[in-house]
């Protein structure tokens, strides 16, 4: 089962955040920290020689290097690195300096065992993930629709509507009985209607133009 494992990876400057994230996460038997580094500098050394590595939880405010630094930097020297950011902040420009700097998590420091966990397994699975207070954040902040909704044939509203749901294409495949390639297609032409570059953008608009159930 040891191969199953999610391997994670820390990031903080506190040591005692370090201890309390090792200590939410000790029950998880799906979850193996495999390292830990006190700042962005130090991580970035250290992830470029581990690539076993799958999720790193990086704190937002650090010295030498924030939060989004080590995202943006992760993203061009690690892009099989998938980054979860843990924040004492829900402001929505940090939230999305965090997105586009390409993290797919954003979690507040007040989370759970739960909540921490599971959104360690989403991101580990390709799929975003953020706890309610900026979930809801972002919902506050979506810009209503200034042009009516672009034209969706039934199929891609079927596919919209579950990768909201966040299942992924070989679920989706699974479900309506068409191939992975052809549920890949869909979603890539959904994302060019609707001129989203991620999962998070293609939810905002479709909730804008009330697009989802």
């Known amino acids: 089962m040891s191969e199953q494992r999610i391997s994670v990876y820390l990031v903080d400057d506190h040591p005692l955040v370090l201890e309390g994230v090792k200590t939410l996460l000790r029950s998880e038997a799906d979850i193996h920290i495999v390292g830990q ?3 962005g500098l130090e991580a970035l050394v250290q992830l470029a020689a581990n690539p076993a590595v799958q999720v790193a ?21 690690c892009p099989h690195i998938r980054v979860l950011v843990l924040s004492m902040d829900d402001d929505y420009a940090l939230i999305r300096e965090v997105l586009d700097a390409g993290g797919m998590g954003y979690l507040l420091k007040n989370t759970t065992r739960e909540e921490l966990s599971a959104a360690i397994r989403a991101i580990a699975a390709g799929r975003t993930f953020f706890s309610q207070e900026v979930g809801d954040t972002l919902l506050q902040h979506s810009v209503a629709p200034m042009t009516a909704p672009v034209n969706l044939t039934a199929r891609e509203h079927e596919i919209l509507r579950l990768i909201a749901r966040e299942y992924s294409n070989n679920l989706i495949a699974e479900m309506l009985f068409i191939s992975e390639r052809t549920v890949e297609t869909h979603r890539k032409n959904i994302l060019v209607k609707t001129n989203s570059k991620s999962v998070v953008g293609l939810i905002q608009y479709a909730l804008r133009h009330k697009l989802l159930p």
């Open 37 to 39: 580094a006190n700042n």
């Open 57 to 77: 939880v990086i704190d937002m405010n650090m010295p030498q290097m924030s939060g989004v630094e080590l995202t943006r930097a992760l993203r061009v020297q």
